[in-house]
């Protein structure tokens, strides 16, 4: 008698009006385990994200003073006529 009532459609109307009444009891334990763990992954993404912007800007840096002392170097090179420049077109015979 058990199996015909978990036949067909009636069984499967049974297990759903049994799911909706277990969810009151079942979604507050899911969401207490849930929460903590999801805060956690936001909080580590939050510092990923801190970190990855201080490198970024850190190498920024970096490459913006790399690049200022070469052309500073290169302006000086170019002032005094020992560039690469100047000493191609001496070479050359110019």
Same mark, same amino acid.
């Given at each position: 008698?058990?199996?015909?009532?978990?036949?067909?459609?009636?069984?499967?109307?049974?297990?759903?009006?049994?799911?909706?009444?277990?969810?009151?009891?079942?979604?507050?334990?899911?969401?207490?385990?849930?929460?903590?763990?999801?805060? =956690? /992954?936001?909080? &580590?993404?939050?510092? @990923?994200? #801190?970190? %990855?912007? *201080? =490198? /970024?800007?850190? &190498?920024?840096?970096? @490459?913006? #003073?790399? %690049?200022? *002392?070469?052309?500073?170097?290169?302006?000086?090179?170019?002032?005094?006529?020992?560039?690469?420049?100047?000493?191609?077109?001496?070479?050359?015979?110019?």
């Amino acid at each position: 008698m058990l199996e015909d009532v978990f036949s067909g459609w009636s069984g499967t109307a049974l297990i759903g009006v049994g799911v909706v009444l277990a969810a009151p009891t079942v979604l507050p334990a899911i969401t207490s385990v849930v929460r903590p763990l999801a805060k =956690a /992954v936001i909080r &580590t993404s939050l510092a @990923l994200t #801190d970190a %990855v912007r *201080e =490198a /970024v800007a850190e &190498t920024g840096e970096q @490459l913006s #003073d790399l %690049v200022a *002392e070469v052309k500073a170097e290169h302006e000086a090179e170019t002032a005094s006529g020992t560039g690469r420049g100047a000493r191609s077109r001496r070479s050359k015979g110019e």
